[in-house]
């Protein structure tokens, strides 16, 4: 989006208007204080005012901050050449340390971002039909999204919506952008992950959930999440992989999970029993489709950079610090990836 500007009485540097664009951020998005905010940017508290005031005259904020730092348009710029995606968004890092507030994660800028383009999305009217994945982030988009009137709108999981206990998910995507929505939601009503090869098939066997993969086929678009593999990692957390399974995606060198697929650094899917026991659309059938993926903090870098290099994603939405992190892993890498690209539409 461009940020198109008038030359007034006092007219304002191209410096500024980056930093206007990141105290916004931090004030909207963060729940910053202009004093925080001040202290932040090295900056006046009259200044760090002023800056949020030039945000609001030159257009930025509206429902979402439209306007991102400088800094950020080039990580964007970066990425989206290094995979040819159709877009990369990259929302400025609202952390910082001990003077990061509850809101300053890296769930409430991507979230915040992604609620920004879906509403796009929305609003244009030419989306019939959303698939969606589960995970934080995801849950963070719906938080951030206004209520729009779509009952037109259908919305469909493209993966299982239970833990491997049964459990309803607690983030569950589906029934939260319906109720945002008015829309239709479609739940598939199995296990993310099967407890066997023999029970997935005996799931995919049933015509309730081949109805719905069906349905998820049709999606003019998807959101995804990526799931990293670092110590704290959510899905051990949870227990959706068990020790075992976790001991050997480890060994096989796995640092990243899209859509249970779990990949290496180069978005290969490792050799591991897991990667033949989930249930949902697989990564061969998302190449070629609009997929938007969406994760951030820099523990999830490696694995934003695994599911890029799949060539599963069409437009990538993360932070700061994770684009940071992404683009000084292209630089140190032997091969440039452009694969990313591979095996998707123009």
Not at 66 to 93: H, M, N, R
Not at 173 to 186: C, P
Request: charged share 20%; with cysteine.
């Amino acid at each position: 989006m461009g940020r198109k500007r008038t030359r007034a009485a006092n007219p304002v540097e191209d410096g500024d208007l980056s930093l206007a664009a990141r105290a916004a951020w931090l004030s909207y998005i963060g729940g910053y204080t202009q004093r925080q905010i001040a202290d932040r940017l090295r900056v006046s508290q009259a200044k760090a005012h002023r800056l949020i005031a030039e945000a609001h005259r030159c257009g930025m904020v509206k429902v979402f901050v439209q306007g991102v730092p400088s800094e950020c348009t080039a990580l964007e710029d970066a990425i989206t050449a290094a995979f040819k995606l159709q877009s990369c968004i990259v929302a400025p890092s609202l952390a910082n340390g001990r003077k990061a507030t509850p809101d300053a994660s890296p769930f409430a800028a991507v979230g915040a971002a992604g609620a920004r383009l879906l509403h796009h999305f929305l609003t244009a009217q030419k989306v019939k039909t959303i698939g969606v994945g589960k995970g934080r982030t995801l849950a963070a988009v719906v938080d951030h999204m206004p209520e729009i009137h779509r009952p037109d709108l259908k919305i469909v999981a493209v993966s299982g919506s239970l833990n491997r206990n049964l459990a309803a998910n607690p983030l569950d995507i589906v029934l939260r952008l319906a109720e945002r929505t008015a829309g239709q939601g479609y739940f598939l009503p199995v296990p993310y992950l099967a407890a066997s090869p023999e029970e997935k098939q005996v799931l995919l066997a049933q015509k309730s959930v081949g109805d719905m993969l069906a349905l998820a086929r049709q999606a003019d678009l998807i959101l995804v999440g990526i799931g990293s593999l670092e110590a704290d990692a959510h899905v051990k957390q949870i227990g959706m992989v068990s020790d075992k399974e976790w001991s050997e995606l480890q060994a096989k060198g796995a640092v990243g999970d899209l859509m249970g697929s779990f990949v290496d650094i180069d978005g290969q899917p490792v050799g591991a029993d897991i990667n033949r026991l989930a249930v949902g659309l697989g990564l061969a059938e998302m190449r070629g489709r609009r997929v938007v993926a969406l994760a951030g903090g820099a523990t999830k870098a490696e694995a934003i950079l695994a599911a890029l290099r799949t060539g599963a994603v069409s437009d990538l939405i993360t932070d700061e610090e994770a684009a940071t992190r992404i683009a000084a892993l292209l630089k140190t890498t032997e091969k440039p990836h452009a694969q990313g690209a591979k095996g998707r539409a123009a």
